[in-house]
């Protein structure tokens, strides 16, 4: 596992048990879709949702392998992309005021007359 090396693993785990059940060493559609065809059907059938980060072979892995379950994206990416494309945008617009981030993110009950 190396970040920004390409060299990534997909984690398989039962969140409401808290256990591990299996990491493949790829991230790649065809092995982990071959690893994951490996689990009996009743045991794929079984599988209501996943969650998963925002590569884009995913949804066609959790498809493929569990066709009861949604697909549900992970908070963590989600957060990090809007983040990435909201800095962005701040600065095409030059928007530098302290605090302009969480005028924009922040809870409309929070905010102040003065801000």
Same mark, same amino acid.
Not at 34 to 39: F, T, V
């Given at each position: 596992?190396?970040?920004?090396?390409?060299?990534? =693993?997909?984690? *398989? @785990?039962?969140?409401?048990? /808290?256990?591990?059940?299996? %990491?493949?060493? +790829?991230?790649?559609?065809?092995? &982990?879709?071959?690893?994951?065809?490996?689990?009996?059907?009743?045991?794929?059938?079984? =599988?209501?949702? *996943? @969650?998963?980060?925002?590569? /884009?072979?995913?949804?066609? %892995?959790?498809? +493929?392998?569990?066709?009861?379950? &949604?697909?549900?994206?992970?908070?963590?990416?989600?957060?990090?992309?809007?983040?990435?494309?909201?800095?962005?945008?701040?600065?095409?617009? /030059?928007?530098?005021?302290?605090?302009?981030?969480?005028?924009?993110?922040?809870?409309?009950?929070?905010?102040?007359?003065?801000?």
């Amino acid at each position: 596992m190396r970040k920004g090396q390409q060299d990534f =693993v997909t984690v *398989v @785990s039962d969140v409401e048990q /808290g256990i591990l059940i299996e %990491v493949i060493n +790829s991230h790649q559609q065809a092995p &982990v879709i071959e690893r994951l065809m490996a689990q009996p059907i009743e045991v794929r059938q079984a =599988v209501a949702e *996943v @969650s998963v980060d925002m590569w /884009g072979g995913f949804p066609k %892995v959790v498809e +493929s392998v569990f066709p009861n379950a &949604v697909l549900v994206i992970d908070r963590f990416h989600v957060m990090k992309a809007v983040n990435q494309d909201l800095n962005k945008l701040r600065q095409k617009l /030059g928007v530098t005021n302290r605090g302009s981030k969480f005028l924009l993110l922040g809870n409309g009950a929070d905010l102040r007359a003065d801000l």
